[in-house]
Nanobody
Framework: QVRLVESGGGLAQAGGSLRLSCAVS????????ASWYRQAPGKPREVVAS???????NYTDSVKGRFTISRDNAKNTLYLQMNSLKPEDTAVYYC??????????????WGQGTQVTVSS
């Protein structure tokens, strides 16, 4: 079963930084297009940043200039570098990606989520 495994969440102070990682489990899979989402308590899940298979990126307005989405194809890993964090960035962050198997099968996979808490 293909999985996306997230890491890197935690507690940060306002103005600080965190880097989230999202890795594909298994050696016969690779990430194509992918996104980071977040969900704060009582709010709907929202897309934060996206990256295409060609590494074109897009960001929601509230994180532009502060967050950077990137990928390491050799490691089959997606990243979200979060700088200048604000208390309103507090949420559970999820990665979501189209994962390709060695045989060409496509899967839409969600990570398990990682908590990011920013204190003021």
């Amino acid at each position: 079963q293909v999985r996306l495994v997230e890491s890197g969440g935690g507690l940060a102070q306002a103005g600080g930084s965190l880097r989230l990682s999202c890795a594909v489990s298994g050696s016969r899979f690779s990430i194509s297009a992918a996104s980071w989402y977040r969900q704060a308590p009582g709010k709907p899940r929202e897309v934060v940043a996206s990256i295409t298979s060609g590494s074109y990126t897009n960001y929601t307005d509230s994180v532009k200039g502060r967050f950077t989405i990137s990928r390491d194809n050799a490691k089959n890993t997606l990243y979200l570098q979060m700088n200048s964090l604000k208390p309103e960035d507090t949420a559970v962050y999820y990665c979501n990606g189209v994962v390709l198997s060695y045989y060409g099968t496509r899967y839409n996979v969600w990570g398990q989520g990682t908590q990011v808490t920013v204190s003021s």
